[in-house]
């Protein structure tokens, strides 16, 4: 405590020192006043170490669905990560081919039926189940990955172009994708 009240006292009468020796020369500029103090300050802090900021881990995780195997693999880096069945699209429904980018996450979305514009709110009725990660949409509709609570349609051709999969399966899958991530579907 003694060491720690000289330390202060030491800048008190250091940078009071610094200021009375600086306002008894006017003609010095500004910019050289700042400077001598903080030379001063400098001789007394020790320095501190570079910023190094803590960036989170990069994610490399990417999804490959393919449409004949009714199946969605996902890729940490080369390595397959977790699969899961899945219900695509039927005949005339087809889910797209190519690849894309996960576009837009939701927890417990609502449902408005494309043909009727009935509203369903979030639930467990709702055809959306518990969780909507969108990767395609052309402005107006959307497909993408999605809980069901219609679990024998899983592994099938069912859907009208969205993936469907076990609420628990598409749960898990958005703990592990981020808007962006990359989407491939296969034939």
């Not at 995780?61 to 390595?79: A, D, F, M």
């Not at 069912?158 to 981020?178: D, I, K, P, T």
């Amino acid at each position: 405590m003694r060491r720690a009240l000289k330390v202060c006292l030491g800048l008190v009468f250091l940078c009071g020192w610094s200021q009375r020796s600086l306002a008894a020369q006017p003609s010095e500029p500004p910019q050289q006043a700042t400077r001598a103090v903080g030379t001063i300050e400098s001789r007394i802090r020790p320095p501190l170490p570079p910023i190094q900021p803590i960036l989170p881990e990069a994610k490399s995780i990417r999804l490959v669905l393919k449409l004949q195997e009714r199946r969605l693999y996902v890729y940490n880096g080369e390595r397959i990560q977790a699969s899961y069945p899945v219900a695509v699209g039927k005949s005339g429904w087809e889910t797209p081919e190519g690849e894309f980018r996960v576009l837009e996450m939701v927890r417990q979305p609502g449902w408005t039926n494309p043909f009727t514009q009935e509203v369903m709110p979030p639930g467990p009725e709702n055809p959306l189940g518990e969780r909507w990660i969108a990767f395609w949409t052309d402005g107006t509709n959307y497909v993408g990955f999605h809980g069901t609570p219609n679990r024998a349609s899983v592994g099938q051709f069912a859907s009208h172009g969205c993936v469907r999969m076990f609420n628990e399966h598409v749960r898990a899958l958005y703990e592990v994708v981020q808007i962006g991530t990359q989407v491939v579907v296969e034939p």
